[in-house]
């Protein structure tokens, strides 16, 4: 069952968009797909509009922080519409209580396409280009290509439990874009993550939101090594 404080703090973020002239507002990730997990989970949002306000987005994602989003690890790309098409193109965004500026990715632009909930205004599968065959194939080695490249050159961030854990899910989630061209959810990966059996059963038990603890270098040796065969 959807938690009720994430719905209602959508509900106000979406309201809050649209005063800012939001022509859509999309939430992706886990809460699209139904597998987001309360105190694990974060939000991955979308908001198209004519033109970024960035003071005005900064005062918005720093009030919801400090007040009815507080741990809820909300992130917002602020896309300006005319530029959506650009995929080289860098948009204000909001992640891990910073302002910063990223690429929409490719992979990103799939999953909301493929399942991109609507806040308000069109649908994002109105508004991205179709899937076409080989398009996840090509998204998930641009992504592994990419950030994943470089971080796999500072492998301290292993080191971070939650970095190790995401790692582990992300390569599964990975392999089987690359083999079979499919997009494939966290929950659904859980069966596929390349480790030891304990450690596959603790990271399970992390997403269903227990306590559950794995040794740390342990797991950010498992995980790296993971990465780099991933990677390539």
């Known amino acids: ?8 703090v959508l509900e106000a973020f979406a309201d809050a968009a649209r005063a800012l002239g939001a022509t859509a507002v999309w939430v992706g990730g886990s809460w699209a797909t139904g597998d987001h997990v309360a105190g694990v989970s974060d939000l991955d949002l979308v908001v198209l509009v004519p033109s970024v306000d960035v003071g005005a987005v900064d005062d918005l994602h720093r009030h919801l922080d400090a007040g009815p989003a507080r741990g809820l690890d909300l992130g917002c790309a602020w896309v ?17 209580g910073r302002p910063c500026e990223r690429r929409l990715s490719s992979l990103t632009r799939l999953e909301l396409a493929a399942h991109g909930l609507v806040l308000a205004g069109r649908s994002p599968a109105d508004v991205l280009p179709a899937p076409t065959p080989g398009d996840v194939r090509r998204a998930v080695r641009a992504d592994l290509d990419g950030y994943w490249r470089w971080a796999l050159r500072r492998p301290w961030y292993w080191l971070a439990p939650d970095f190790a854990d995401l790692s582990l899910l992300t390569m599964a989630r990975a392999r089987r874009g690359l083999t079979e061209d499919l997009l494939v959810t966290k929950a659904a990966a859980l069966a596929h993550v390349d480790a030891g059996p304990r450690l596959r059963r603790q990271l399970a038990a992390r997403r269903a939101g227990e306590r559950c603890r794995s040794p740390r270098s342990r797991t950010a040796w498992a995980a790296w090594r ?3 065969r991933t990677v390539g």
């Open 226 to 228: 993971d990465a780099v």
């Open 1 to 8: 069952m959807p938690d009720p404080r994430v719905a209602s």
């Open 80 to 96: 300006e519409a005319g530029t959506l098409g650009d995929p080289d193109r860098r948009h204000v965004t909001w992640s891990h």
